[in-house]
T-cell receptor
Framework: SQQGEEDPQALSIQEGENATMNCSYK?????LQWYRQNSGRGLVHLIL?????REKHSGRLRVTLDTSKKSSSLLITASRAADTASYFC?????????FGAGTTVTVRA | EPEVTQTPSHQVTQMGQEVILRCVPI?????FYWYRQILGQKVEFLVS????????KSEIFDDQFSVERPDGSNFTLKIRSTKLEDSAMYFC???????????FGDGTRLSIL
């Protein structure tokens, strides 16, 4: 299976702090995508990083990709209470996504 | 910003009944998908659809499942004879082209009684 696996499973931080979560996968990929899911809601696309890219930024989000280690990280800087959600990495091979179990992030006010 | 829309948001059905879940993908997107998420579990790929035919399907997508794009805007998932284990959140997604992000709808929560 190519599934991404996130680490840690859960993360609790104070508002204003940074949150970092990691994703590991097993096979070659076209790209890796990060999604956010608020409880009981849909998946919101955050950022896509292609296999030939090493780092991407979008607002307060920073994603890295190390294809030699088959790993990626998502950094959320200056977290806010509204960032409380589950975050999933999804590996894209042959244009279907394989999701990990996610990291649940709680941002305390 | 254009978005994927799904209806209904919640569907309650008796076991053995047929159910149709509806999706309107983003208008200029060419690739369409269904995924499901059983409560507390990972999001799982069901099927991909391109150029009016199935591109790929998972082991979950057995003969009880079918997809259709009946017109230029809708994309449907049909489950012919629902089972208790079909209870899940079903997500539709669409993608514009190769190596582009997949955009998801808010999902349909399917409850089989």
């Amino acid at each position: 299976s190519q599934q991404g696996e996130e680490d840690p499973q859960a993360l609790s931080i104070q508002e204003g702090e940074n949150a970092t979560m990691n994703c590991s996968y097993k096979t070659s990929i076209n790209n890796l995508q990060w999604y956010r899911q608020n409880s009981g809601r849909g998946l919101v696309h955050l950022i896509l990083i292609r296999s030939n890219e090493r780092e991407k930024h979008s607002g307060r989000l920073r994603v890295t990709l190390d294809t030699s280690k088959k790993s990626s990280s998502l950094l959320i800087t200056a977290s806010r209470a509204a960032d409380t959600a589950s975050y999933f990495c999804a590996t894209d091979k042959d244009y279907k996504l394989s999701f990990g179990a996610g990291t649940t992030v709680t941002v305390r006010a | 910003e254009p978005e994927v829309t799904q209806t209904p948001s919640h569907q309650v059905t008796q076991m053995g009944q047929e159910v149709i879940l509806r999706c309107v993908p983003i208008s200029n997107h060419l690739y369409f998908y269904w995924y499901r998420q059983i409560l507390g579990q990972k999001v799982e790929f069901l099927v991909s659809f391109y150029n009016n035919e199935i591109s790929e399907k998972s082991e979950i997508f057995d003969d009880q499942f079918s997809v259709e794009r009946p017109d230029g805007s809708n994309f449907t998932l049909k489950i012919r004879s629902t089972k208790l284990e079909d209870s899940a959140m079903y997500f539709c997604a669409s993608r514009e082209g190769g190596n582009q992000p997949q955009h998801f709808g808010d999902g349909t929560r399917l409850s089989i009684l």
